[in-house]
Each structure stands twice: as C-alpha cells, then as structure tokens.
C-alpha cells in the first residue's frame, strides 16, 4: 500500500524481460575502409546482374561477398565475426566458442530503392554496414531508414494503440523502430526480427553490405 504523498513507482521494479537486441557500432577511422569497399562494390557490379531477393530496384550482388571483397572486406567481416562473439554466450551466461559460417553480400540503391519485409532463415545473426548513406545521414528527408518491426506484432496495440508502456524505449510498442542510415556504422540484430530499408529518396547512391552469421552443419 502507498500512501497519499508517496509515489507507486518508488515500490516499482520494472523488468526488461524478453527484450531483442539491436546493436549498433561506429567504426572509428571508417573514411579509408569506406572508400576502398566502394570501389570494389561498383567494380562488382559494373561485371555482374543485380540478384532479386528482397530488394526493390537498386543492385544486390550473390551472398559471396567474402570471396571478392578483398582485404577492406576480410577486415569488415572479421570485426563484424568479434561482434557476433561479444553477443553470444551459453546459456549459462558464459562466453561461447562458435566457429561461424558467414555469408555476405553488398547492396547499391539509387532513388526510389529500397529493400520489402523479410528475416533471414537458417541464420543466428544478421546484420548491416554501411559505406556511403548518399547523404541520408546528414539529412533525414532522403530516407533509406532501416525498419524494425514489434517481434510481437501488431498485438500489442489492437486493444488501445494511442497508448505505449510507460519505461525506456517502450514508445513503439506493436509498430516500428527506425534507424537512421550513417557511413561507418554497423547494425546487428537477430535473424528472425523483421525488417526493411524504406526507400532511398536522395539522388545519389546508398552502398551497404548485409550478413549472416550461422553455425556449421550439425553444429
């Protein structure tokens, strides 16, 4: 019981369970990583056909991104791998030793392009660098934002959806999160969270490479 001058949330403990992790990282000293990983990626796509998996218009190369991106990838890679380990643990709260399977692959999206709704089946990890925001970094109304959608759905706000949960980061509750495209900086996020890139509504070019990271076969 409380009394009259005596607030419930002092009594309160409120508990994040079940909540999904987004993490975002900035690369310190991205400029030269960037520039070389864009050069190879347009020479990529100037000797290849566009894939059609997610994708609405822009270029999306084959899931072989490890084995033409060149020293700049390998170096991507291999600090998105460190991420994928500083993440995961037994279930006993104990680092894990996972010998990951990654495959990758760079997207180029000009105007009006953009990625539908999807998760990435048979994966742990998923995640996105990127190299050039074509501005949108700098300026939000070019768009080209990464969507997160409630992993629970619309449900939570059928009942009553001009309410949210009143505790930190609760405001989207049953809708969506956004995340601002930014030369340099590096997103992962579990592979069954659904996702899209709202189109790119800049006039330049938006360069990006996603991941996966699953286990060996039987692993």
């Known amino acids: 019981m409380t009394t009259k001058d005596q607030k419930p949330s002092a009594n309160v403990e409120v508990r994040p369970y079940f909540a999904t992790p987004l993490a975002v990282m900035r690369l310190p000293d991205a400029a030269d990583l960037n520039r070389r990983l864009a050069e190879t990626i347009r020479v990529r796509m100037g000797a290849s056909a566009s894939t059609d998996h997610s ?8 899931w072989d991104f490890a084995e033409w991106g060149g020293q700049a990838g390998a170096a991507l890679l291999s600090t998105a791998r460190q991420l994928a380990d500083h993440l995961t643990c037994d279930r006993t709260g104990r680092p894990a030793n996972v010998h990951w399977v990654v ?3 760079a997207n180029v999206n000009g105007p009006d392009h953009g990625n539908e709704f999807h998760t990435h089946p048979g994966s742990y990890w998923s995640g996105a ?29 059928m009942y009553a959806p001009h309410l949210a949960v009143n505790v930190p980061g609760r405001l989207s509750v049953g809708a969506s999160e956004l995340i601002r495209p930014q030369a340099g900086t590096m997103l992962m996020f579990p592979a069954w969270l659904s996702h899209c890139v709202r189109p790119y509504r800049g006039a330049g070019e938006r360069i990006s ?9 039987g692993g």
């Open 55 to 62: 994708n609405r218009g822009g270029w999306q190369s084959d």
């Open 103 to 105: 495959n990758a692959w």
């Open 129 to 157: 660098y990127y190299v050039d925001d074509g501005g949108a970094g700098a300026d939000p109304a070019l768009g080209g934002e990464f969507e997160l959608q409630d992993p629970r759905g619309v449900a939570p706000a």
């Open 209 to 217: 490479i996603a991941f996966n990271f699953s286990l060996p076969q």
